[in-house]
């Protein structure tokens, strides 16, 4: 009966012992699992090679339209309008009639002009009559020196009276021509004022202003330090400027740098700009905003990524670059401009190292990534 009893409890030590060398055993590669660090999944992104290209030296900026010149048209007069012979906005060359003032007031000061001087100009034939019948006779002693000095100091006087008559009548047909206000320069007329019947008063409020558009300028600034490279295009010929207004989808409109200013703004480190445009078509109108371009050279071998693999951080852009081992790093790179979605590339990168052009929100240094395939993202490098 002992023997028996002793088995039961040799086995039943036995049967714990064996349970608790499976808890530890359990526990321990429980705490083994809990201490091993989970690596984290990889980030999936988009990439594209940095590549060498020919690129063009252009300069991008945003401008305003100007008018190539505005005049505002007020009267040089008093007088009353006797008619209005232009609408709002109409196109005018320059010396169409514009208004009439009631000129009978200027006219009749004219013909009272031309009849003075007609009779003026009568009395000095008269008088030199005179003149010619006495130098004969004065020189046979038959009328004085007196009378004939009488004589010429009369058609002398008359001379004058003429040329005076002369001047009034002008100054008389010039104050009747600013009965008529005529269009000064060529261009699109704004909003009239001025009605038939109102009276005006001279270099008083302008009835109209004229706006000439053909042609028309673009004015824009850039920074200073592209004034050796537009120095430099110039020596070689005019330089090409490219306009497009806000929301056309036409193709830009071409025309010509025609001025730089003759000092660099020191509040903002520009110059300002001028290109002149011939606007046949009118696509350019006063006071617009413009995406202005300017093509200065021709780069063969610049280094660019999409525009979107560039981003901005605290210490200046950078770029992830993939390694080989599909790791990420942060790259600080110097991008020198934008070209029709291109970033050129001064220094930070090579040609042929992979750039992320999405996913980068999620990335940091050492962060394993996946590659995915597909169309690259539009400029500005949305994540996945």
Known sequence: MKRVVWAVVFLALLAGGGLAYRAFSVDKANSQTAQAPRQPPAVPVRIAPAER?????????????QVFASVSVKSRIDGQIADVRVKDGQYVKAGDPLFL????????????????LQ???????????????????????????????????????????VKSDEAALENAKVQLSYYTINAPIDGRL????????NNVKANDVPFLTINQVKPIYAMFSVSERELPGIRAALAL???????????????PIEGKLAFFDNSVDTATGTIALRGIFANDDERLWPGQFVNVSMTLAEDPNALVVPQAAVQIGQNGTFVFVIRDDNTAEARKVVA????????????????????VVDGQLRLTNGSRVE???GPEPAAGGKTS
């Not at 290209?53 to 339209?65: E, N």
């Not at 003032?101 to 009849?115: C, I, K, S, T, Y």
């Not at 704004?190 to 019947?197: H, P």
Request: net charge positive; aromatic share 2%.
């Open 101 to 116: 003032l009631d000129a009978r007031a200027a006219q009749a000061q004219v013909h009272q002009m031309e009849a003075q």
């Open 119 to 161: 009779r003026d100009k009568a009395q000095l034939v008269n008088a030199r009559r005179d003149v010619d019948r006495y130098e004969p006779l004065m020189k046979k002693d038959f009328v004085s020196h007196q009378q004939y000095d009488t004589a010429v100091t009369t058609a002398q006087a008359l001379e004058a009276s």
């Open 371 to 373: 590659i995915r395939t």
């Open 190 to 197: 704004g909003m009239v004022s001025a009605k038939a019947g």
């Open 237 to 251: 010929g005019p330089v090409t400027v490219r306009a497009l207004p806000a929301g056309d989808k036409g193709a």
């Open 336 to 355: 020198s401009r934008i070209v029709d979605g291109m970033s050129v590339i001064a220094s930070g990168i090579e040609a042929g190292e992979r750039v």
């Open 53 to 65: 290209r020919s690129v063009p030296a252009r300069l991008d900026a945003i401008g305003t339209v």
